[in-house]
């Protein structure tokens, strides 16, 4: 169907008004002109008595009105170039991006059913390729956005020259571009071949005003044709792009600087990623998450001196979901400082039914330390709920201490002087200096499980020993994690006084079965004393009502 604005256009073009004025007042002036030009003529020869003054004045008219025709024709013809102009430049706007020239995402979509629609009739496939720049936002923050758009336009460029000629380019938005291509579904290499040679053109360097800017590319590769075993034969164009996200997402994940072709695994984990989000979200409204805690040892007497708090999800569907699964998702979606504030309120209360002497340890979230406020909200959580700071052993990794180090060192002094303990987790994993060891008010160090693990070994403990000695010099204790058996554990006990933990004194419990090892140890404070014989009582009454 012809658009309404061509449709006005057209009827611009046809103004019989304009023309009418013009061919009747040509006519009138022919007519009249010739009359009056026999009376001028025959006067000029004496044979006459000159022109008669009314078809004078109908000729000037004549001429009036032709020149009042030939006007209005001349500036509607002005105006509708201007408008076909104007339209066509709306319509580049609302097909194109305005900084690369590439499609926008609107047309990408259209163009690509038209591909496939004209590629499958020749019994070829399109497959739809879907590029992002690595860590595009570092570029921009340390740059400026204005180099940030020139990449995008040399980027831009560069895709154009390594694609054949003809192929829709769209920057669908940011620093995301896509192209589709169609190819014989029997050399589906064809795709692989240009998408290498995206990769060697893009990751070459961008040099800009003697700068030169590095870019990594993921890409996410999906296609209409079902028989290459990487996914079913679709129908929809938006589908197609969807399926090639999904790809590039993959890329993403696996590391980056790479491609992936869509498969349909790629989809049901996705769906499973989409739903343990919505699960996480949900569970921290319902408070389905619980801490659990492990016991921590002094090696040499083998005494009880505290527990670590780990996080647990029991959920109603998959039972109880160890942390590995769903902490990098909540710090993701941004909800691990609710959900760590809700365990710390839960462990408090837990420890105050511990003999006062036990101490609690709390990991803490890298991006719990991105938060400046956060030493402050931790002290109010422990005067709100009247737990000792002298108990309370916050632990961190190495990876806080190279985002933001001068704000990290002001959390740690403000947490100590109000007694609140602080732990180098997983040291050895990170990249930790000695400088930082020495400069930043650490209690304690923590050494990784899968150097402990090592012990197993013959002439496998010299980084055990080095971290020791380490913590040895800079007078700071030391807690080895993972202690799984006898021989692990008298191998540590011959490097000095040392705190562990792991597998050989049980795995993590419920805060009920920890009351209960506390009640056999005769280890309970005077509130878990209460609370253990109100208990007691209660399952006395039940078994009488019962009998």
């Known amino acids: 169907m012809e658009p309404e604005n061509q449709k006005s256009l057209g009827k611009a073009e046809r103004d019989l008004v304009a023309l009418g004025i013009a061919a009747a007042a040509i006519l009138l002036f022919v007519a009249t002109g010739g009359k009056v030009l026999q009376s001028i003529l025959r006067s000029t020869f004496g044979s006459g008595t000159g022109p008669d003054h009314l078809l004078v004045n109908a000729m000037l008219l004549n001429i009036a009105l032709i020149i009042f025709g030939w006007r209005r024709y001349r500036d509607l013809t ?5 408008r076909r ?34 590629s499958n009739a020749y019994g070829q496939a399109v497959a739809f390729v879907m590029i992002d720049l690595d860590n595009f936002k570092q570029v921009n923050d340390m740059n400026g956005h204005g180099i940030g758009d020139r990449v995008l336009t040399s980027l831009a460029e560069r895709l154009r020259q390594c694609l054949p000629a003809g192929t829709p380019l769209a920057r669908l938005g940011g620093d995301e571009f896509a192209f589709a291509i169609a190819y014989d579904p029997s050399n589906a290499a064809r795709v692989d071949d240009i998408v290498s040679k995206l990769f060697e053109s893009v990751c070459s360097g961008i040099d800009l005003d003697g700068t030169t800017i590095h870019c990594t590319m993921s890409i996410g590769i999906a296609s209409d044709h079902s028989s290459q075993g990487r996914s079913d034969a679709i129908t929809d ?19 980056k600087n790479r491609y992936f072709w869509f498969e349909s695994t790629m989809e049901n984990e996705l769906r499973f990623r989409n739903e343990l989000e919505a699960g996480i979200r949900q569970g921290v409204r319902n408070g389905e998450f ?4 492990e016991q921590q040892i002094d090696l040499d007497s083998g005494e009880l001196v505290g527990f670590e ?8 569907d998959m039972g109880v979901v160890n942390p590995e699964i769903f902490i990098p998702i909540a710090e993701e979606i941004g909800v691990i400082g609710e959900l760590s504030e809700q365990l710390m309120v839960q462990a408090f209360a837990d ?34 709920h009247n737990f000792p700071a002298q108990r309370l052993e916050i632990e961190i990794t190495e990876t806080c201490l190279h985002e933001n180090i001068g704000m990290v060192r002001s959390m740690i002094s403000s947490l100590r002087n109000q007694g609140v303990k602080v732990s180098l987790d997983d040291f050895g994993t990170g990249y930790a200096s000695l400088s930082q060891l020495r400069t930043l008010p650490f209690d304690r160090i923590k050494i990784d499980r899968s150097f402990v693990r090592e012990l ?23 807690t080895a994690e993972g202690i799984e058996n006898e021989a692990i554990l008298e191998t540590l006990r011959r490097m000095g006084q040392l705190k562990g933990q792991g597998y050989l004194y049980g795995h993590p419990e419920p805060a009920d079965r920890v009351i209960e090892r506390l009640r056999e140890q005769g280890r309970l404070s005077e509130a878990g004393e209460c609370r253990n014989d109100s208990a007691a009582h209660t399952d006395e009454l039940a078994d009488q009502r019962r009998a």
Request: glycine share 4%; hydrophobic share 35%.
């Open 78 to 82: 002005n105006e509708i170039a201007e």
């Open 85 to 118: 102009k104007a339209e066509e430049t709306a319509r580049k706007l609302a097909e194109t991006d305005p900084l690369t020239e590439c499609l926008n995402r609107r047309s990408m979509e259209r163009t690509t059913n038209e591909l496939r629609r004209v």
């Open 237 to 255: 164009g938006e589908k197609l792009m969807h399926r090639a996200d999904i790809a590039m997402y993959q890329a993403k994940k696996s590391g």
């Open 290 to 293: 619980v801490p659990y805690y």
């Open 309 to 316: 708090m780990l996080a647990r999800w029991n959920t109603p």
């Open 351 to 384: 420890a105050k039914e511990w003999d006062p002497k036990l101490t609690l340890s709390v990991n803490i979230s890298p991006v719990q330390m991105r938060d400046r406020w956060f030493s402050q909200r931790l002290l109010k959580l422990l005067v709100e």
């Open 456 to 478: 197993n070994y013959r002439d496998s403990s010299k980084i055990v020993d080095a971290i020791v000695s380490l913590g040895n010099g800079l007078e700071m204790p030391i």
